[in-house]
């Protein structure tokens, strides 16, 4: 398999998963404002849409969207338990990862387009504000967002709160995340992920 990526950005979640679930992979960078990959491809003969991630499989195709990546991943490394088999367990996974695909990840968007209007700004910094105190609800005293082992949601969730950086929102206010965040970030699938995306 192949994941192309950009450093930093939402397909960091697929890349942490692979690493999570031990898979054979490699990676290749993609100029996202030329649309090249980093060994001067075409991205949007790989990927119509022109974003990342997509994931290109041995067989050649291309699968695309985090949600769909990461529970590919999942069950490729079905003893990773990065995503439940069955069960109510599983659907309340997928609803997790929805949630931070919906609601989280879109409210970051507007955020990184630099014709969005100052005035703008605020309402989506607040957006994002209550959906950080959401996730700070579900994670409660839990380690990690569905209970006491890392998931799919995990290499989501910290993919996306780690933009909080970039957009100067300060996570003190969800002490529950900034302990879930250096947790999260201190695994070694997490670090190996950061690392290979030159992010450490």
């Not at 054979?24 to 990959?37: C, G, P, R, S």
């Not at 995340?177 to 250096?182: G, I, N, R, S, T």
Request: overall charge negative; hydrophobic content about 45%; aromatic content about 10%.
């Amino acid at each position: 398999m192949r994941l192309y990526y950009f450093p930093g950005a939402c397909s960091l979640a697929p890349h942490i998963a692979a690493c999570e679930a031990g898979l054979a992979f490699d990676i290749e960078k993609v100029d996202l404002k030329e649309k090249k990959t980093e060994t001067g491809g075409d991205y949007t003969a790989i990927n119509p849409k022109g974003a990342v991630p997509a994931l290109k499989l041995d067989n050649g195709e291309v699968l695309t969207e985090v949600a769909v990546l990461l529970q590919y991943i999942a069950a490729q490394a079905p003893a990773s338990g990065l995503m439940p088999a069955d069960g109510m367990a599983r659907w309340r996974q997928l609803e997790l990862i929805n949630f931070v695909a919906s609601e989280l990840h879109k409210s970051f968007g507007p955020l990184f387009n630099p014709a969005l209007p100052a005035d703008a700004k605020p309402a989506f910094l607040d957006l994002i504000k209550l959906r950080l105190s959401y996730l700070e609800g579900v994670l409660g005293s839990k380690p990690y967002l569905a209970g006491d082992r890392f998931t799919a949601v995990d290499a989501y969730a910290f993919t996306i709160i780690n933009w909080t950086k970039w957009v100067q929102i300060d996570l003190a206010p969800w002490p529950g995340l900034v302990a879930y965040m250096e947790r999260v970030g201190a695994r070694p699938g997490v670090q190996r992920a950061l690392k290979e995306e030159g992010l450490l």
